[in-house]
């Protein structure tokens, strides 16, 4: 058994979080939270039964607009109970959603609204428009900001004070900046300056929130009518059916216009996670604006580096050798004179770990995260040298070259226009096999507002609130467009880009193309859907014929005449496409789209292409497709959690798979050896959707860090996740 794991270990590597509750008040500190949804009609009756049975179990929000039941916090071992009741369709455990984290505005399109008028003779500038922002919630007293602001909500402390969080080290700044972008009217100018902002406090101290928060704040922003609602948060579940993403659907079904960031895990493949990955919502990946940025360059590899709140500027000067000093206690700085320290996150402070470096000499600093992805740090207080932040992707492969061999790194300013940003989640969708992103927006090197002054950030969080904007001065000109018409123009416009002005990046990394506020301005017609996907073909399927029924619409007041072109060939799908025709003004038209794939002459992977719809206005709206031949290659397991529950030696894990396995084994090895420890479980023929079992584990370690491996096997396809789970943190319950 022990080798047959070895083996199996080239895999997919996943954070995967310990089991647990999260807390909203410290009286429920033993308790778990859940979602529970209930059949139609029956929220009432069914909380009356829980109440009878479970009198120990506290209710904490209902839920009616987007996500019909409620949560309930209460011990581990009842809140499992709860699944077997009649009126309780499921029960999800709230997962933790955190925040993804120079001018754009002008590239983009921007500017240009203001040569617009709407129907009342008024300037295209989102003016009339509500945007609720669902986020770490907004400092509405910024100068930028408090003109424009309407009201919101806290999910957290639950009351109407959606103002951003202040404890020392738990600070967040993130809700604002996302506000920033969006509608600064002040000193800085969002997308759309008169536009209102609605703030809902979703993720509280550290950018931390729970799916229970998120799906509350959805819920208030379509009680309070909002128009438009962005979600710059997300987690790493790929797949459409999780709740917050099931409530994103809703919310859109009830004419609100709901505009998500990808998330910052890419580059790899099926990186776009929930709520990212709902049907209904637009999605957005990130690109690179016209800007200069900060970066490091080590063995002639380029990587962008984020300034920490409170440092000075990086300069051209900053240049030395590179040493990895551990976390950056006093004990490790030693030998760092003029160097630049590369340090990991942990431990100390940010700011203890800069004014330690300074002390010793250092150059420069450089913190790398101790999860995945991009974050950005705060130092409090006067430091002579820069400090930034990198992903710990890049702070691993730095330290790498580090210990092979001595190295210099060399700091500059770089420039990059219109190029896909490295980190920006990449698709598709598992189980719908839908094309996200649907659009790119610049992403790096986005300066917004934050509590106190302005800061320039990075990541699909930057880049959802252009769109969200962008969707504002829409609707301000069509104040009666859908929610689909207002996504086709913003979609169907963009311009697709280019690696290095030869290839086109792939659909499941840009969707579109990125996003051109102008020409969408421009645009009267509109396609529903405004991505086609194809889904999975097989060599055995040797020929497959796909039918595509398309919505146009012109919203026009004079006929237009339409014609479609597939100008970008794919090879092994052959189009047949309707005949030029003609749509008379404020029609819509439902033409028929036939395409045949060459299956048995295809090779396993990707295709993608687009078919373009043209107009006698000048109107141009491309419309990507997307094709997977071959057994899909995603993990097939995915937002792994295990921890005790009440009862000696009782454990509880919870997983989501994509699709049905054949099998998954949950072994445990030491973390430092990699010495089997056992095998915890084992399940065969397990259908798509979320696992949740309790077992009893006699001879589990009980302390230490441990690594678990989930071995899973899927018709053809075979691999593994791993995860490093500290067991001693894992809370028990007396």
Known sequence: MKNYFIKIIICLVFLLIPFKGYLVNAHEKQK????????EGMITQALKNIGERYPNITVRQRYTETYYGFSVSGSLEELSQLASMPLVKDIHFVTTYRAHLEDSIPFIGADEAQLYKDQRG???TGEGVKVGVIDTGVDYRHPDLKSNYGGGYDTIDLDKDPMETKLEEKSTFHGTHVAGVIAANGKRKGVAPKAKIFAYRALGPGGVGTSETVLAAIERAVKDKVDIINLSLGNDV????????????KAVEKGVLAIT????????????GSPATASKALTVGASYPPVLFPSIHVKNKETIITPM???????????????????????DLKRVKNKIVLLERGKITFTDKVKNAQEAGAKAVIVFNNVNGRFVGQIKGKFSIPAATVSRKEGLWIKKVIEKRKTDAKTGHEKKVDVLAEFSSRGPVTGTWQMKPDLLAPGVQIKSTIPGGYLSLQGTSMASPHVAGAAALLKQLHPDWSTDDLKSVLVNTATPLYKNNKMMYRAYEQGAGRLDIEEALDTETTLYPTSL???????VDQQVKKDFVVKVSNKSNKPKQVTAVNNQQTTGIQWVLPKPFSIPAHTSKNVKLSATVEAKDLKDGFYDGAITFSTDDKESLRMPYLLLQGEPNFPSVMGFHFGRVKGKNHYKYELYLPSKVEVYKIAVFESET????????EQKNSKRGIIKKELVLNDFPKNGIYKFVIFYKRKQYESATESYVNVAKVYVED
């Open 32 to 39: 778990q939270v859940a979602l529970i949804s209930v059949k």
């Open 533 to 539: 996907s194809f889904g999975v073909t097989r060599k």
């Open 238 to 249: 790929n797949g459409p059916d999780w709740p917050t993403s099931i409530a994103l659907d």
């Open 309 to 331: 709140i409170g440092s000075v500027k990086w300069t051209k000067g900053t240049d030395g050798r590179f040493v990895f000093k551990g976390y950056g206690e006093k004990s």
């Open 261 to 272: 960031a990808a998330g910052n895990s890419g580059p790899g493949l099926w990186t776009v």
């Open 122 to 124: 008024r300037k295209i």
């Open 674 to 681: 990699f010495r089997l420890l056992g095998i915890i479980d």
